[in-house]
């Protein structure tokens, strides 16, 4: 709100040009927030005005009971138009905000002036950092990715596989009955049962290729497929993006706001797959060089959102992220690569070495050995 005293013809422009989103019902103490921002709801909370046109990420956690921790996270994406007026109500089965028919929210269109005192002012303070997160997501792009249902949730509705709660069923499927005794934790974890999300509230990824080379690859083939990744990008594009390799980003960004701030783990793990295939595929970085110049915008934003250690595995103490762009950064140094794409590759990297003190200068695992797995029946001459 400090940013909008401080420039009243923004503020202006807001009131008459920003959407409202209009959200009834919620109980008091749930966090709901939109995009960046999140707060504790009041009493005589009813949504959100000055809303800029635009994509926007709806999101609420509800109360806690006797004051404990909030519950999971889930929220949704909105596509607002100037003046556009959205209305969503709480669901108490779901413990989330759905959607009402847009007809319901132009319908309040004219009672605007007397909901405006329940309305709080989007946190425009944050804006630049939401646009900064989300500038490659059209509209298209977060209908194609977000779950049927539209729903993304930090903890995904899963259903198991078979039925088990009978004996009879448990037999059928060679597990023991539910009162046998467990010897061993290997054995606990075999009993349980295989589960599956439930249909339609899954974020629909891209299937990233588990088999970086083509069938039928000689060993030399798999061998230089493997450490050059370029291969299995090209099928991802082709299967999911042909002729809009951009997408890839808008697919990134989508990921690492379904975790930062929807908390879905598996949205993180996504992220982290997708962004190991793009900075492993050097020969990809000479024919998509617009992509990876916005790659690394992307991902200038993106880390200045997290702690330096964030990335760090408490096992091995391996750094996911300096061990990925240290290849990254090994690989715009090619002379096939545009000089603006590696000059932009150089700032982001002494920019990480300041400001998280990485180590890009060791020897990147890449330079090792590489052994690779081969498909039955191929043989080494």
């Keep these: ?43 005589r909370f009813r949504g959100v005005k000055m809303v800029p046109p635009g994509l926007h990420f709806v999101h609420c956690s509800a109360a806690g009971a006797g004051g404990r921790d909030a519950g999971p996270r889930s929220g949704r994406f909105l596509s607002l138009r100037r003046r556009e007026v959205r209305l969503l109500r709480w669901d108490p089965a779901g413990e989330a905000v759905r959607p009402e028919p847009p007809e319901q929210g132009e319908a309040l269109r004219d009672n605007l002036r007397e909901l405006d005192p329940f309305l709080g002012p989007y946190p425009y303070e944050t804006l630049k950092k939401w646009v900064s997160l989300s500038n490659f997501i059209s509209e298209a792009a977060a209908e194609e990715l977000q779950p049927e249902s539209g729903q993304i949730c930090a903890f995904a509705e899963v259903l198991p596989e078979a039925a088990g709660r009978h004996t009879r069923d448990r037999a059928g499927q060679r597990r023991p009955p539910l009162g046998a005794e ?18 339609g509230t899954q974020i629909r990824f891209s299937e990233l290729p588990r088999q970086a080379f083509p069938d039928g690859a000689t060993p030399e083939e798999i061998t230089r497929h493997s450490m050059d990744l ?5 099928r991802v594009m082709e299967q999911r993006y042909p002729g809009r390799p951009l997408d890839l980003l808008a697919e990134l960004q989508f990921a690492f706001i379904c975790f930062l701030i929807g908390n879905v783990y598996d949205a993180f793990e996504h992220w982290k797959r997708l962004l190991n295939i793009l900075c492993r595929s050097e020969e990809a970085m000479g024919k998509y060089q617009d992509l990876y110049i916005n790659l690394i915008s992307v991902l200038y934003h993106q880390l200045n959102e997290i702690p330096a250690d964030f990335f760090v595995d408490i096992v091995s103490q391996d750094n996911f992220l300096t061990s990925t762009l240290q290849v990254l950064f090994s690989c715009t140094c090619s002379s096939a690569v545009d000089e603006a794409l590696r000059n932009k590759a150089e700032k982001f990297k002494a920019h990480l070495t300041k400001k998280f003190r990485w180590d890009f200068e060791a020897e990147p695992d890449d330079c090792a050995p590489v052994v690779v797995e081969l498909p039955e029946g191929v043989q080494v001459d």
């Design 1 to 43: 709100m400090a940013a909008l005293r401080s420039d009243p013809e923004l503020a202006r422009q807001l009131f008459f040009e920003g959407a409202t989103v209009v959200v009834l019902d919620v109980p008091e103490g749930t966090e709901f927030g939109i995009d960046y921002s999140a707060w504790a709801v009041g009493p």
């Design 182 to 199: 467990c010897r061993s934790y290997a054995e606990g974890l075999a009993r349980l049962p295989r589960m599956r999300p439930r249909a």
């Design 230 to 234: 370029s291969y299995a990008l090209q």
